[in-house]
């Protein structure tokens, strides 16, 4: 079985432009979460998608934003792009919406110059 | 608000030693925790979940203890290897629909 699978590995953009990460998660799970962890610090809770809805979100600007597909895979987008959003951008996936279990992918490394 | 620390932020033992990672959270009503494993750049490996009513899962070489009414939980690591070189963190479920805090982590290395 596929674990959750994230694209692109590394990405490397200037300051003002907009990022595009993806996420397929497992199988039959419909849940998907974005994190940020910056070197050095914490994950910190980005987006949560379940059934298509947003359903919480952290303490981000609004040019962070996603969505999720029919499929379930998701999508986090940055726009105008900060130095300071150089981090890597991880994604999990569980199979419900109620604490369960969560599994992440291997991370998405953005670089802004 | 939860919070959660991981003590300490870096371990360095020789192969072959026991060790034990600590983490400890505020708030004690919590529905589960996790503990994981991140090598550097990569994404997080799930190692352990406990249950809110469990007080402790083993699996291989890790065992992991929860103490919800003193608000912590221990990562005990028996006959460390250097493949086990990398940084733990654990992850505190409160409230419904998967509100997770994380620990900053506890680096480890073991050195051959």
């Known amino acids: ?113 | 608000k939860q919070e959660v620390t991981q003590i300490p932020a870096a371990l360095s033992v020789p192969e072959g030693e026991n060790l034990v990672l600590n983490c400890s959270f505020t708030d004690s009503a919590i529905y589960n925790l996790q503990w994981f494993r991140q090598d550097p750049g990569k994404g997080l490996t799930s190692l352990l979940l406990i249950q809110s009513s469990q007080r402790e899962q083993t699996s291989g070489r890790l065992n992991a203890s929860l103490d919800k009414s003193s608000g912590r939980s221990t990562l005990y690591i028996a006959a460390s290897q250097p493949g086990d070189s990398a940084t733990y963190l654990c992850a505190v479920y409160t409230g419904g629909y998967q509100k997770v805090t994380f620990g900053i982590g506890t680096k480890l290395q073991v050195i051959p």
């Open chain 1, 1 to 113: 079985e596929a674990g959750v699978t994230q694209s692109p590995t590394h990405l490397i953009k200037t300051r003002g432009q907009q990022a595009t990460l993806r996420c397929s998660p497992i199988s039959g799970h419909t849940s998907v979460y974005w994190y940020q962890q910056a070197l050095g610090l914490g994950l910190q809770f980005l987006l949560w998608y379940d059934e298509g809805e947003e359903r919480n979100r952290g303490n981000f600007p609004p040019r962070f934003s996603g969505r999720q597909f029919p499929n379930y895979s998701s999508e986090l987008n940055v726009n105008a792009l900060e130095l300071e959003d150089s981090a890597l951008y991880l994604c999990a996936s569980s199979p419900g919406a109620r604490d369960e279990k969560l599994f992440f992918g291997s991370g998405t490394q953005l670089s802004v110059l």
